[in-house]
């Protein structure tokens, strides 16, 4: 049994307020916390897949995308992060930043800079990188990039294969290629992106 709010290697803390925010009054372990928000991700992608034409990548589609994903569990789901994180940009630099990176990512796809499978992670990677929410970040992050994968004609990632939600040598793995694509080396993340 882990502890609902365990900051091990790789888990973002939450700030007591966002604590607060928890819906689920059973959920008491890590555990608990993983399947109510899978769960409540499988919402999230079930209404992906109703919409004829999302209106995607914007700036209102990620938020959407979160708050479906999460909003079950959370409270803040779908808003920005309003405090400092181990992990992320400012909280105030948040709302430019997502615009930039959605910019790139269309500019990225009109005009073939990358290739799909890299544009997809670069777009993940930024958005990790970002850290544009208080918890749900690389879930959101990998959802966002196997959407935007499928909509340039390619089929989702399997990132690594296995769930990431739990403290595990993937995940280890996952977060050293995040490290390496920080310093603009998207290698190893291109690679476990597709293992």
Not at 65 to 86: C, I, K, P, Q
Not at 141 to 152: I, P, V
């Given at each position: 049994?882990?502890?609902?709010?365990?900051?091990?290697?790789?888990?973002?803390?939450?700030?007591?307020?966002?604590?607060?925010?928890?819906?689920?009054?059973?959920?008491?372990?890590r555990?608990?916390?993983?399947?109510?928000?899978?769960?409540?991700?499988?919402?999230?992608?079930?209404?992906?897949?109703?919409?004829?034409?999302?209106?995607?990548?914007?700036?209102?589609?990620?938020?959407?995308?979160?708050?479906?994903?999460?909003?079950?569990?959370?409270?803040?789901?779908?808003?920005?992060?309003?405090?400092?994180?181990?992990?992320?940009?400012?909280p105030?630099?948040?709302?430019?930043?997502?615009p930039?990176?959605?910019?790139d990512?269309?500019?990225?796809?009109e005009?073939?800079?990358?290739?799909?499978?890299?544009?997809?992670?670069?777009?993940?990677h930024?958005?990790?990188?970002?850290?544009?929410?208080p918890?749900?970040?690389?879930?959101?992050?990998?959802?966002?990039?196997?959407?935007?994968?499928?909509?340039?004609?390619?089929?989702?990632?399997?990132?690594?294969?296995?769930?990431?939600?739990?403290?595990?040598?993937?995940?280890?793995?996952?977060?050293?290629?995040?490290?390496?694509?920080?310093?603009?080396?998207?290698?190893?993340?291109?690679?476990?992106?597709?293992?």
């Amino acid at each position: 049994m882990t502890d609902l709010f365990d900051t091990s290697e790789g888990a973002t803390p939450l700030e007591p307020e966002e604590r607060g925010g928890l819906r689920q009054s059973w959920v008491t372990t890590r555990a608990d916390l993983n399947l109510a928000e899978q769960d409540n991700i499988d919402k999230g992608v079930a209404w992906v897949i109703r919409l004829r034409r999302p209106d995607f990548p914007s700036v209102r589609f990620a938020l959407e995308l979160h708050r479906r994903m999460f909003s079950d569990v959370w409270d803040w789901a779908g808003t920005y992060r309003r405090t400092e994180r181990n992990i992320g940009i400012a909280p105030h630099r948040i709302g430019a930043e997502m615009p930039n990176l959605l910019g790139d990512v269309s500019y990225w796809t009109e005009h073939s800079t990358y290739s799909p499978i890299e544009i997809a992670v670069r777009l993940h990677h930024r958005l990790v990188y970002i850290h544009p929410f208080p918890n749900g970040n690389g879930r959101h992050a990998r959802f966002m990039a196997d959407l935007l994968l499928e909509r340039l004609g390619g089929t989702s990632l399997t990132w690594g294969g296995a769930s990431l939600s739990d403290i595990s040598d993937l995940r280890r793995t996952y977060v050293a290629a995040l490290r390496k694509a920080d310093r603009d080396d998207y290698d190893d993340l291109i690679t476990f992106a597709q293992s």
